[in-house]
């Protein structure tokens, strides 16, 4: 089997809500990733430096406390800076589609909202972390039919 | 709309999210891939199953002492004999963004409004202990609530509102000590003494290492400055509630609605607990003991939770805690309707949802109460949503008669068997945490936060397959575009509060500040009240971000195990 698609869960800034962040990671666990999780209140350069020890193939950052547009662009920057441009930058949070949309321009992934789908999510990140971009993009489109096995089967 | 024109406030109209949103075929999201629909659940959203019908033998016998009279031990049917006919709840609306000047012209338009209490909402920085001009601080000035770094910013907050005429909710908790000095300070400087003073200060610490996650130091002395202002209001401030005991955001964290009353009414008891430990005699302090609750979409259980909770409280306080005061018995709470039920989806279907939840707060008996605006899941409320909201309650108080009876639903055969269902499964779970050595013990090992955690899993698994249906969500979702107009924050108030901020520091008279943190520090090494060290501290123009500095090189700081 191949090697398993290890992703950094991170939350950046002040930010305290967790619960999305905490559902996402069960849910990426149980559909076999290997999952970091940061815990909270990480600064932009801690969630870089996790995901260049942990050598992770995608950052999800977690953002609801509308500092989206500070703090996506300063992990990107660092990213780039620590050598590992290449790897996915994801999240999800409370961001405007615009928003979306800007930093999607600057190098970031997909970004998802309140409502999506931990599969939709999941399949986004399977599909762009093995450089399957058409793959990736119609996941980040709309939610996949036939997902993976279903995220909460295993517990 | 008064200031609707502001510059920082600019609304713009914005696309619903389409491309984010779950398929709006919804056998993409139900699980049916075989074509079946999932069957439907028939239980209550903390999964008690519920019955087709109910009948006499479904309540227990005793009924009529489980109840008692409204107004009466153990309050089941409410606090007040005569309730919303005597008074109606105070309408109290969540607001604060930007800077101070923003957040004071809000609360002026929402008293114009016929709002009838203020609640201050506080930025990211302000309610974690940085000043505006902290590193942590970058690009969250004022962008979640109002921006407090100094008593200059309360001032403004303040400033045309006599506060001894409104009362006033500040939802901060790790540096709530600061901002209730700084309160009384402005309360002073408008002639106003403490003991005239209404309202409520959040102060709640065990609710943020559990559920809400805001903090500065760890959970013992977190605890102990709690008390402090517990100890601090019984003496000087007989009209404030000194703690909101919250099970809102537990509820928000994934909790469930048996959880929520568990554990916060488990907080409840870690608090009382410390209080006596001090020394102090229950009575002094437990009437001014408040909580807040959130309600959320299953109606009926919602209403039984408010009713539930009531009577264990009354029991817990006169049976375990020795209370005499019948004041002491008495649960009094807030209400807000559940954020966590808004969709981004067709956001207009939220008023909807909003009005269902503000409803059952209302047949549940709350003092006090928050509607949601609908555009709160893109961001914070415009001034338009915001008083939709509040008609929302208006509508509830002078159109539907639902206030003119008292506990309308006492002797439903169905709604007296689910409060005494989910009075028993919270006890259960008391009792739990009890055996583990009490709240602080269970919170230090992560207990509460693992089962919300667990709970709001199950939760999403349920939506996912489609077992609970989310309308707009994971069924009735379409294609339309709708476009509501939201709140924008103007990335210039964080440079501006900046500047004010350090030009506070370089204004303020430099030894009086010098001798009153000395003071502050010195205290913090002792077991003294720290309450009027802060306050003098506040009244030199010590900022939020230097108090809270001393409290973390005298306490510690925490860090959350990072678990999921």
Redesign the interface.
Known sequence: MARKIRVLVAKAGLDGHDRGAKVVASAMRDAGFEVIYTGLHQTPEMIVQAAVQEDVDAVALSILSGAHMTLFPRVLELMRAAGIGDVLLTGGGIIPKEDMAALRRMGVGDLFGPGTTTTAIIDYIRGATRGDTAAAGAAGQKPARSGPAKAGSAR | MANAARTETRTEP??R?T?????PDSA??S?A?NGATPAPLFETLSGIPVKPVYLPEDVKPGLDERLGEPGKFPFTRGLHPEMYRKRLWTMRQFAGFGSAEHTNQRFHYLLAQGMTGLSTAFD??T??G?DADHA?????VG??GVAISSLEDMEILFRGIPLDQVTTSMTINAPAVVLLAMYVAVAEKQGIPPEKLGGTVQADMLKEFIA???WICPPRPSVKICVDMIEWCAKHMPKWNSISISGYHIR???ATAVQELAFTIADGIGYVEECVKRGMDVDEFAPRLSFFWDVHNDFFEEIAKFRAGRRIWAKLMRDRFGAKNPRSWQLRTHAQTAG?SL???QPLNNVARVAIQALAAVLGGTQSLHTNSMDE???LPTEEAATVALRTQQIIAYETGVPNVVDPFAGSYFLESLTDRVEEEAMAYIRRIDEMGGIIHAVERGYPQKEI?DS???F??Q???GRRV?VG?NRFGGEEEISIP?LK?DPEIERRQIERVRAVRQRRDAARWEQAMKDLRDACRTDKNLVPYVLDAVRAYATLGEISDLFREAFGVY??????
């Open positions: 914005r696309k999210e491309s984010r949103a779950p398929a993409a999201l699980g891939e990211m920085p309610l974690m940085y942590m601080s970058f690009g969250e962008r979640e809400q996650k805001e928000e964290a994934g966590v969709t981004a989806q899941t893109l961001a955690a709001a899993y199950r999403q698994m939506v996912e397959e989310i969500v939201v924050i860090r959350e195990p990072a678990v999921f």
